[in-house]
């Protein structure tokens, strides 16, 4: 696989879903989590879909429990706390894991082409997040802590190119 739009995930629904219908979009894949201290990112990720949704940006959440346990629920009750607490609209996909074996085939692909600090190919923790170009290659990774708002110069570039 050579783009991240040669992958499937699953809605949080339960749909299964092909990253092929969003090619030629800006991708913001982002793994979540409901009960963080980063929990708050929600809102700038919502700002960041409406402000840039209608040029091209797709905000893609990834809830994931890997660190601390911070996202227990069932998918269920994940979407009805993003949507009640913050309001999310943009897509939102099944739980998964995103380090280690279980590891989805998506998060490995952005790992090998985006690695962390010092190379590492690892997760560090929840909302992590990976900027896709229209071309389906990973931009940038940025930590947990880069809060959505600092990504907008880096959104905008992906979505003049």
């Not at 739009?5 to 949080?12: G, L, T």
């Not at 994931?64 to 629920?73: E, T």
């Amino acid at each position: 696989m050579t783009t991240a739009y040669d992958f499937d995930a699953v809605m949080i629904d339960g749909t299964p879903v092909s990253l092929r219908q969003f090619e030629g979009q800006v991708l913001l894949i982002v793994n979540t989590a409901s009960a963080c201290g980063f929990t708050p990112q929600f809102a700038g990720l919502e700002e960041l879909h409406q402000r840039y949704g209608s040029q091209g940006l797709v905000v893609l959440g990834f809830p994931c429990n890997q660190f601390g346990s911070q996202d227990p629920g069932s998918d269920t009750e994940i979407a009805g706390f993003c949507q009640r607490n913050y309001g999310v609209s943009f897509p939102m996909m099944s739980k998964i894991a995103v380090n280690g074996p279980e590891a989805t085939p998506l998060y490995r692909w952005l790992t090998e082409q985006a690695p962390g600090i010092l190379g590492s190919k690892a997760i560090k923790w929840n909302f992590t997040k990976f900027l896709v170009g229209r071309d389906g290659q990973v931009r940038k990774r940025y930590a947990p802590q880069d809060a959505p708002a600092k990504l907008s110069k880096d959104i905008e570039a992906a979505l003049a190119a």
